[in-house]
């Protein structure tokens, strides 16, 4: 099969064996998959995240000497399956699926992985168990969006607000695009969202924002108080730079709650005095659970989530590397979906 594969830093299009199914694994064909910004960390900074998931406990789950195929918001056609399935679902139904394949040895992470290719191949194994029949009125390009939004689904229940308590989302990429539809969906205002740039705050807004701004122009916690008052808000960092946690500290108001959901990769600094004299709490996410996974796609197919407006681009396996370099200039796209199949 052919894949776009992250090789010395760099991504380039092979072919590698072709997949065989073990026990409850099925045999799956790729046919969209999004780029996730990890991803694009990944290329550049792989070693160090795997340094920083063992020194947090977790496992490695690639060896960044071997190659790895990315890829992990996809949605797919089944093609075979493995011994000890249940075959609840036929080749041909379009499915999607956390990325985590199980095996003999454990579990593997799809697309972080040198054992279990992710999206950006033709074909990929996964987890009987784990599959979601996507409905046949949901586009395949809207259902490979589940992954992401879920991670906004997830940073917005643990945020643990009062029901219609709306939010401050800081940083307008596609965490925090999914984050604004995870406040829209349970009718938060008012929301209100922050980033440099024109084309993401219209993307904001398009998913949700009630209220968007330049940081450059108009400081987000002040456009908060004049849509809110002086309540406290529920600050969303989407963001993942060094200073901005900092940032958000001195600024949002006494006993409001800050959820993390930037991935800053670099070493960062607070002061918590300021974090105790306005008691705050302060909540850092990953992910999302089995349950949120199935009711993110629920609420897309539903036609409660849309995320049409965040497809701003399609590429072949060769337009992949293309794509990396785009999604560095948050002006020209949000979500690229690589299509392994298409020619042209």
């Known amino acids: 099969m052919r894949a776009a594969v992250m090789r010395?830093?760099?991504?380039?299009?092979?072919?590698?064996?072709?997949?065989?199914p073990q026990s409850a694994q099925v045999l799956v064909k790729t046919l969209a998959c999004g780029i996730c910004g990890?991803?694009?960390?990944?290329?550049?900074?792989?070693?160090?995240?795997m340094e920083l998931a063992e020194a947090s406990g977790m496992p490695r789950t690639m060896d960044t000497s071997r190659d790895v195929v990315m890829g992990h918001e996809f949605c797919a056609e089944i093609l075979d399956f493995g011994p000890h399935t249940a075959k609840n679902l036929k080749p041909g139904d379009r499915v999607c699926s956390m990325p985590i394949v199980l095996h003999a040895a454990g579990?593997?992470?799809?697309?972080?992985?040198?054992?279990?290719p992710g999206g950006y191949a033709e074909q990929m194994l996964l987890t009987e168990g784990f599959l979601?029949?996507?409905?046949d009125d949901v586009p395949t390009e809207a259902a490979a969006l589940t992954e992401p939004?879920?991670?906004?689904?997830?940073?917005v229940a643990k945020a643990q607000r009062e029901a219609g308590e709306g939010g401050v989302v800081v940083g307008c990429g596609p965490v925090g695009l999914a984050v604004i539809a995870g406040l829209r969906l349970q009718g938060g205002e008012p929301i209100v969202a922050s980033d440099f740039s024109p084309r993401r705050r219209a993307l904001a807004e398009a998913m949700g924002a009630h209220v968007t701004v330049d940081p450059a122009a108009t400081p987000v916690?002040?456009?908060?108080?004049?849509?809110?008052?002086?309540?406290?808000?529920?600050?969303?960092?989407?963001?993942?730079?060094?200073?901005?946690?900092?940032?958000?500290?001195?600024?949002?108001?006494?006993?409001?709650r800050i959820?993390?959901?930037?991935?800053?990769?670099e070493e960062d600094r607070i002061r918590p005095m300021l974090a105790i004299n306005k008691e705050l709490n302060l909540q850092f996410v990953l992910g999302y659970t089995p349950e949120e996974f199935a009711g993110t796609l629920r609420s897309i197919a539903e036609g409660e989530i849309d995320v049409g407006p965040l497809i701003t681009g399609r590429v072949t396996l060769e337009g992949v590397a293309g794509a990396f370099d785009d999604l560095s200039r948050p002006d020209d796209h949000a979500k690229i979906l690589v299509e392994p199949w298409r020619t042209a």
């Open 8 to 20: 010395d830093k760099r991504i380039l299009v092979d072919t590698l064996p072709d997949l065989e």
């Open 38 to 49: 990890s991803d694009l960390h990944a290329l550049l900074h792989a070693d160090k995240m």
């Open 107 to 116: 579990f593997g992470a799809v697309g972080y992985s040198n054992d279990f």
């Open 132 to 135: 979601l029949k996507v409905p």
């Open 149 to 155: 939004m879920a991670v906004g689904i997830h940073a």
């Open 221 to 256: 916690m002040e456009a908060w108080r004049k849509a809110a008052g002086a309540k406290p808000a529920t600050v969303f960092e989407c963001v993942g730079v060094p200073g901005m946690l900092d940032q958000i500290v001195l600024e949002a108001p006494p006993q409001s």
């Open 259 to 265: 959820v993390v959901a930037g991935v800053c990769m």
